[in-house]
């Protein structure tokens, strides 16, 4: 596998390029919102304490509150981050790339007691490891997926190659593809846009990062671009 990126089709026909957060930056937005619920634990003891016996039943409520609901809704309310999503660049969305729903929320949030077994969760990590997405079991039961969400990045690497007219005449479909490379390209990795540049060595004549420079030319080419 050379990238974690999941490209989803929506009904309308977009292609959607994700890219799949794995299990390190997910545990570190873990800790910061477990600190972060530690901290509202403790403000609400604080206050209930004066309350003396009520109070630890009002606690006991305000433990259960806060400990299963305010992952879900953050994820819901919040476009699907909590504080420490949010802190790391990371956002919970459904399988084919929409928002999070309730009833998606609710289900990996429960799931995750099987995904904290045996302990410090094990069976979460052993999921992310081998799931080609960094899915836990939670997320697959709720097809839902963590990804990154940092902003997108200019499109430099495109507009750099020269523009290169065609020795060929180009089906739509295939102008499309050279268009849709040349926009998402400088998004994944070098080796990705090797590999998908290797399967254009029909048209290209070239492999490695001269197949990539050619396509670049050919987008550019063809969306009338100048040097």
Known sequence: MLDTFREVV???????????AGPVPRALAWLIDVAIRMGVL?????VFAVLGRAGAGFYLIALFLVWWFYPVVFEVLWKGCTPGKRALNLRVISGNGGPLGWQAAFTRDLLRVVD???????TGLVSCLLDPWGRRLGDMVANTLVVHDAPPRALVEATAAPPIASTVVLRQHEQAALIAFAERGPRQSLARQIELANLAEPLTGLRGEAGVHQLYGLANGLLGRNE
């Open 10 to 20: 929506t009904p309308e026909g977009v292609v959607l390029q994700l890219r799949a």
């Open 42 to 46: 403790v403000a609400a003891g604080s």
């Open 116 to 122: 904290m077994l045996p302990l410090f969760y094990a």
